[in-house]
């Protein structure tokens, strides 16, 4: 059994369904001890871009304040942490940092879709054969792992690159690489095993397991349902075990954004 999820969304990001609420009574009675809410972080983005998967900036005070009060109310239930899923770019990052430590945030992931943001840029979840794109993908993950500002990497093999295993192994074995030496766990995202995504993939995690790095588990729940121990999520312990992941109970050191 682990104890703890980092990774829960809210109906906020356009793309997910059910009440805080329920996602919290789910995580309890899954038996969690930890349930952190991680939604994708609003952007500072042009006025005349408007992002169908994240929340809007004005709607940042509401996210947190409706946490706060299910924090107190819960509080002999279950430690409820309030966190986001946030997409490092160069352009916006700082920016958003500078808002998001206006609130009583407790932890980032970083969820990288994007190279080099969403304006104007790559989904890294289309298919690829090109070799720039997993370079382009890789290259600008490390930079945002190196803010030291995120607690975890989510969906590190996200990237979806058809082409050769050497060329995918040259360049993504520098993302675990850079994990480990930075400290950063990399995500076992659950969400593949519900609807079958091109991740979590052995050709990622199996070359991984060789540099010893940590790993965490993330359910990455857009509903209440989501949010299940390992073993509801058919085929994830047979993924960890043959891959050699050992998460224990999940816990994860979290980071502040300072």
Do not use: W
């Amino acid at each position: 059994m682990i104890t703890a999820n980092y990774h829960t969304h809210t109906v906020r990001c356009h793309h997910a369904s059910g009440t805080e609420r329920e996602y919290i009574e789910q995580a309890i009675a899954e038996g969690f001890k930890t349930l952190g809410f991680s939604d994708h972080t609003p952007q500072p983005y042009p006025d005349d871009f408007r992002s169908g998967v994240r929340m809007t900036m004005d709607e940042l005070e509401g996210y947190v304040d409706t946490l706060l009060a299910l924090r107190e109310e819960y509080k002999d239930r279950i430690k409820l942490l309030i966190g986001f899923e946030v997409e490092y770019t160069l352009k916006y990052f700082e920016p958003l940092m500078k808002e998001l430590r206006n609130y009583p945030i407790d932890y980032i992931i970083q969820g990288q879709h994007y190279v080099p943001d969403e304006v104007a840029g790559l989904y890294v979840g289309f298919k690829t054969a090109e070799e720039k794109d997993v370079k382009a993908y890789v290259e600008h993950t490390i930079e945002g792992m190196k803010t030291g500002l995120f607690s975890y990497l989510a969906h590190p093999d996200l990237i979806n690159y058809t082409g050769d295993d050497d060329t995918y192994r040259k360049h993504m074995s520098r993302l675990v690489e850079a994990a480990v030496d930075l400290n950063v766990p990399l995500e076992v995202n659950c969400y593949g095993f519900v609807d079958g995504r091109n991740y979590p993939c052995d050709r990622f995690f199996k070359m991984a397991s060789e540099y010893h790095p940590k790993f965490v588990i993330g359910c990455d729940a857009h509903k209440p349902g989501m949010i299940r121990q390992p073993e509801h999520f058919e085929g994830l312990n047979e993924f960890l075990s043959r891959n050699g992941i050992d998460v224990g109970d999940n816990v994860v050191e979290l980071r502040s954004i300072g």
